[in-house]
């Protein structure tokens, strides 16, 4: 417990500094914006880079790996979503409240908790994951805003915004670079890699103290009704069905099987906030979710942490 603890413990206190840090100086969001420009533009993809160019090229290819990630993220979203328009919502707050159960903070939290709890071995796994679900997200969500919304796009313009959002993203370009530097056996000069190096663990703790102080920056205004649901989906089902698809499939090596279950564990993405904001649906509802999310958070990844570390599960549940 106390080996957890002293994973879990420093890596939540970086969010909790950063929400009582926004607190006491009052100052506005606004100013939060070079640090955001720093960490989505220079630090998490240096981070990305580095992971992926030393990484050796087969290992690059386990998409059997990445399609069962995905697949128990694009269940658990299809479960809220189906569940939201029976209950009577639009494809719009559907979708907002699909993306709070499933979109997981594999971007700002990920990659740093995976490498402290599991080590270099989980780089892989995290940037694949990152890589393809933040695809799917991106490709999804204006794709069901678009049918929501008949006369916003043409299909032409639709393919543009969703190849735009993919191919720009600053994470997907670095992944790609890295990919190539991997394939091609690229090493960067010692000056340039020195650099990377810094910027690269300015990453994780960049990000955890801003996403404290967004979230002590975005009041709780409005509960969602949906928070119960999103709750369990998002920090127990999401978790506990990528385990059991990669299980079903097979054949993965422990750390990789960990490193996915434990991304599948995170709250929900700030990217939600963000996307409601850009269609202005369920903004509000999509903040508190993000909020709620994050501290349950604190006790269901130290669960799940607990419980890999203890070697109570098996890595396979089919050998």
């Known amino acids: 417990m106390a080996d957890v603890g002293g994973l879990v413990l420093p890596f939540f206190g970086m969010i909790l500094l950063g929400f009582v840090a926004a607190r006491l100086m009052k100052q ?17 993809p240096a981070l990305f ?22 697949l128990a993220t694009l269940i658990v979203f299809s479960l809220m979503f189906v569940g939201s328009m029976a209950s009577g919502d ?32 989980a ?7 990152f890589c393809f679900e933040n695809v799917m997200h991106f490709a999804v969500t204006p794709l069901l805003m678009a049918v929501a919304d008949n006369d916003r796009a043409t299909p032409v313009q639709l393919a543009g915004e969703i190849s735009r959002k993919i191919l720009l993203h600053p994470f997907i370009i670095a992944t790609a670079v890295g990919v190539a530097a991997a394939v091609f056996q690229v090493q960067a000069p010692l000056p340039l890699a020195r650099m990377l190096e810094i910027v690269s663990r300015a990453a994780a703790p960049c990000a955890l103290f801003a996403m404290g102080v967004t979230l002590a920056l975005r009041p709780l205004k409005r509960m969602p009704r949906a928070i119960g649901p999103i709750l369990f989906l998002k920090l127990l089902l999401h978790p506990l ?14 750390v990789w099987v960990w490193s996915a279950v ?15 904001q850009q269609y202005n649906v369920w903004v509000e509802r999509a903040s508190a ?9 604190v006790a269901t990844v130290t669960g799940i942490l607990l419980v890999i570390r203890s070697g109570a599960l098996p890595p396979d549940l089919f050998p």
Not at 30 to 36: D, H, R, S
Not at 123 to 129: D, N
Not at 289 to 297: D, G, N, Y
Request: proline share 7%; hydrophobic share 55%.
């Open 289 to 297: 979710s993000v909020l709620i999310t994050t501290i349950f958070s």
């Open 49 to 70: 880079f580095q992971m992926l160019s030393r990484t050796p090229v087969e290992q690059l290819t386990q998409f059997s790996f990445v399609l069962g990630s995905a």
């Open 241 to 254: 069905l990528c385990y059991l698809v990669l299980s079903f499939i097979g054949d993965f090596p422990p």
């Open 90 to 121: 639009r494809i719009p707050e559907s979708t907002i409240k699909g993306l709070a159960s499933a979109y997981g903070n594999i971007g700002f939290m990920g990659p740093g908790l995976a490498l402290i709890a599991f080590g270099e071995e």
């Open 28 to 44: 506005p969001i606004e100013g939060l914006a070079w640090m955001n420009i720093f960490i989505l533009y220079v630090a998490l």
């Open 262 to 276: 434990l991304l599948a564990s995170l709250p929900a993405a700030t990217n939600v906030y963000v996307m409601a």
């Open 123 to 129: 780089a892989v796994p995290v940037a694949l994951i």
